[in-house]
């Protein structure tokens, strides 16, 4: 929904991934840049979660706050989900809380649905 309207209820942005984003954002010089949740084929589980910086949303996006953009065929994957921000010893990165996926590995990435 380019308009700008907020998520329905089957995907949520937590807080502090919404931090993250508008600090990425800014630190790689696009202070108005949203990030792309994408879900592709491939990976170690059979799907994968993809993530990058873009300037514009597709005219079909779902556009949550401005800051995440979802294709429709991405959100039928991530229905229910929920992007998050994981800082950690290993490293800081997203994570989706995907109810859908039955396994992953443990890149935490990749993922099956069932």
């Given at each position: 929904m380019p308009d700008g309207s907020t998520?329905?209820?089957s995907f949520r942005v937590t807080p502090r991934a919404m931090?993250?984003?508008?600090e990425i954002a800014t630190r790689e010089g696009k202070p108005q840049a949203a990030l792309r949740v994408a879900?592709?084929?491939g990976g170690c589980s059979g799907?994968?979660?993809r993530f990058g910086l873009e300037d514009q949303p597709a005219e079909d996006?779902?556009?949550i706050e401005?800051?995440?953009?979802?294709?429709?065929?991405?959100?039928?994957l991530l229905s229910?989900?929920?992007l998050d921000w994981n800082d950690a010893l290993i490293g800081a990165h997203f994570t989706v809380?995907?109810?859908q996926a039955v396994s992953g590995c443990g890149c935490g990435v990749s993922f099956a649905i069932g």
């Amino acid at each position: 929904m380019p308009d700008g309207s907020t998520a329905p209820a089957s995907f949520r942005v937590t807080p502090r991934a919404m931090r993250q984003i508008v600090e990425i954002a800014t630190r790689e010089g696009k202070p108005q840049a949203a990030l792309r949740v994408a879900v592709d084929a491939g990976g170690c589980s059979g799907f994968q979660y993809r993530f990058g910086l873009e300037d514009q949303p597709a005219e079909d996006d779902l556009v949550i706050e401005g800051r995440v953009f979802i294709d429709p065929v991405s959100l039928d994957l991530l229905s229910g989900s929920e992007l998050d921000w994981n800082d950690a010893l290993i490293g800081a990165h997203f994570t989706v809380k995907n109810p859908q996926a039955v396994s992953g590995c443990g890149c935490g990435v990749s993922f099956a649905i069932g």
